[in-house]
């Protein structure tokens, strides 16, 4: 008896362990044209929960320890670049540099994809494991 508990309760506990973790990553475009340098952050769309992201560098990023489920993707990029944010301490504070109108290191910052841009703070599935997921910005509705 004492045989078969062993591994029953091994397999509980290795049931919970990362097995859940996703890691996302693709190619951040807008009007066509790769984003130099920014962040791509995931929020849950319920509000619960860490927020993830990282740093766009020449058009991509990688984010892993994305927890899966249904997620807000938000695309922020001015003309800097910044560490990985992995924390929703660093997605916080990240996103606060970025609003400002200097950067951190004081150098001017100009926006590269608008807020509002068609695309951004768009709703997704993530699943566990690894999925790649491009994100094609447009300029906002009424913008020339």
Same mark, same amino acid.
């Given at each position: 008896?004492?045989?078969?508990?062993?591994? /029953?309760? *091994?397999?509980? *506990?290795?049931? !919970?362990?990362? !097995?859940?973790? &996703?890691?996302?990553?693709? =190619?951040?475009s807008?009007? !066509?044209?790769p984003?130099?340098?920014?962040?791509?952050t995931?929020?849950? &769309?319920?509000?619960?929960?860490?927020?993830v992201?990282?740093?766009?560098?020449?058009g991509?990023y990688?984010?892993a320890?994305?927890?899966?489920?249904?997620? =807000? =993707?938000?695309?922020? &990029?001015?003309?800097?670049?910044?560490?990985?944010?992995? %924390?929703?301490?660093?997605?916080?504070?990240?996103?606060k540099?970025l609003k400002?109108?200097?950067? /951190?290191d004081?150098?001017?910052? %100009?926006? %590269?994809?608008?807020?509002?841009?068609?695309?951004?703070?768009?709703s997704v599935? =993530?699943?566990?494991?690894?999925? %790649?997921?491009?994100? &094609? *910005?447009?300029?906002?509705?009424?913008?020339?």
């Amino acid at each position: 008896m004492r045989h078969l508990i062993v591994p /029953a309760v *091994l397999g509980l *506990l290795s049931a !919970g362990c990362g !097995g859940d973790a &996703a890691s996302v990553s693709g =190619v951040v475009s807008y009007e !066509g044209q790769p984003v130099p340098n920014g962040y791509v952050t995931f929020a849950p &769309a319920d509000g619960k929960g860490p927020m993830v992201g990282g740093a766009v560098t020449n058009g991509r990023y990688a984010v892993a320890n994305v927890p899966p489920g249904p997620k =807000v =993707v938000k695309v922020e &990029a001015s003309s800097g670049a910044g560490p990985s944010v992995q %924390t929703s301490e660093d997605a916080a504070r990240v996103s606060k540099e970025l609003k400002g109108k200097y950067g /951190a290191d004081g150098i001017i910052r %100009t926006e %590269t994809v608008p807020p509002d841009a068609a695309g951004n703070n768009q709703s997704v599935e =993530v699943k566990a494991g690894s999925q %790649t997921l491009d994100l &094609a *910005l447009k300029k906002p509705a009424g913008r020339k």
